[in-house]
């Protein structure tokens, strides 16, 4: 009997071993990596915290980020395949949708509405005073429609006002130095405005105008290829969502030290940003309104129509993750 065991309990010992070293290098080979194109602004919260804290290394992936400027960027990224996932708003993604690019909307991570920052020497104090100013935005954004609802709330339109089309990071200079009397964008661009000018800027009341949405965007075919991953992926942002709601102070000096703010700054605008993973109503209401404004406009390519949007938004990848996130009907 000893001599038994003592012959079979090394070679226990050696088939444990090995089965735990082929175990290891099957766990190994789960690892899947995924790239992605983030937009680095506070907007695009919910991915860095995911990226900062270790989420998406704790749900099996390496996730390589590659940092851009715009959603519009990150978008162009991912549909000519330099990337698998983007950050983006509600602009590119239907620039996209209409040309009938290969994209599907995985969820929704966050709104904020825009603001509009006013010269005080301008004397602007309602959205009617806008009439005949120098008023600043960014074609091709969020910021155009912004604007064009602001204006259209004080019973004016685009010709009531001198419209500048400039990017966000030049507005508080512009406003600065006399060249605009306001500008419409989003946030930390109106912040940056406000602490240049001091009492020289004066903030709008326009809250409720415009929000916009910020977006997980990837292409069809991925989701049908990389399922696994993307479902994966999403339970990162789920725990990235969770762990900003329970560290507020942390998540502000996270994101802001990865955004390169200081944490001061972004904890006195945080609470315009709502973080919040879902697919809802309000998702495919800030696509519809830019579609419109886009067909309005004809900022679209040729005979481009609405898009359906139950062929771009794809809810089951949220779906295997927490079906409850999905609040749409039809989805």
Known sequence: MNLICSRTVPLIVALCITLLGALGCNHRKTVETLTLAENLAPISGVTIVAQKKGFFAARGLDVKVAEFTSGKQCLETVVGKGAD??????????????????????????????????ATRAAIRSAADLKGKRLAYTAGTGGELYTLRLLKS???????????????????????????DAYDTWEPHVLNGQRALGDGARLLDTRGVYSETFNIVTRKELVASRRRALSAFVRALLDAESWIGEHRDDAIALVAGAVGMPAQSLGAIWDDYTYHVV???????????????????????PNATRPDWHAVVAPEVLRDVDPGRIQLAGY
């Open 279 to 301: 697919l809802d109503q309000k998702t495919i209401d800030a696509l519809d309104a830019y579609t419109a404004f886009r067909l309005e406009s004809g900022n679209h390519p």
């Open 154 to 180: 004080a019973g004016l339109t685009k010709d009531d006002v001198s419209l500048v089309n400039l990017r966000p990071e030049d507005m508080a200079t512009a406003l600065a130095n006399g060249s605009i």
């Open 85 to 118: 996932i983007a950050t983006a708003a509600e602009a590119p993604t239907t620039a996209a949708a209409m040309a009938l690019e290969d994209i599907a909307v995985l969820a929704r991570t966050e709104f904020s509405y825009l603001k509009t920052l006013t």
